[in-house]
Nanobody, 122 residues
Framework: QVQLVQSGGGLVQPGGSLRLSCTAP????????MSWYRQASGRQREWVSS???????SYVGSVKGRFTIFADKAKDTVYLQMNGLKPEDTAMYSC????????????????WGQGTQVTVSS
């Protein structure tokens, strides 16, 4: 499996912004989709957002209008711009590649990032 490398995260006050990044070698050449998940302490992992290899984006209802997912295909990197952060956004955020209909082999797009903590608190 390919190792995805995450960066960003940290402590921010309510209403603040953070940008997470996830670099995935082969993301572009293998036509992978990418998703962000989060898991708050004591809760199940929750899907947050996805971007397809064709650029289609989707979001969970609680972050619509506040979070934006976008990709820099030249850098094999996907970003999650998080604005208007709320305490309930506090969680460990992880990225994951998944195969698209254009991926030649599923194993090429089946990796997780190492996770990064986002804490929203005053």
């Amino acid at each position: 499996q390919v190792q995805l490398v995450q960066s960003g995260g940290g402590l921010v006050q309510p209403g603040g912004s953070l940008r997470l990044s996830c670099t995935a070698p082969g993301f572009t050449s293998n036509n992978c989709d990418m998703s962000w998940y989060r898991q708050a302490s004591g809760r199940q992992r929750e899907w947050v957002s996805s971007i397809s290899t064709t650029g289609r984006t989707s979001y969970v209802g609680s972050v619509k209008g506040r979070f934006t997912i976008f990709a820099d295909k030249a850098k094999d990197t996907v970003y999650l711009q998080m604005n208007g952060l709320k305490p309930e956004d506090t969680a460990m955020y992880s990225c994951k590649t998944t195969p698209s209909t254009y991926t030649s082999a599923r194993s090429l797009c089946d990796s997780w990032g190492q996770g990064t903590q986002v804490t929203v608190s005053s």
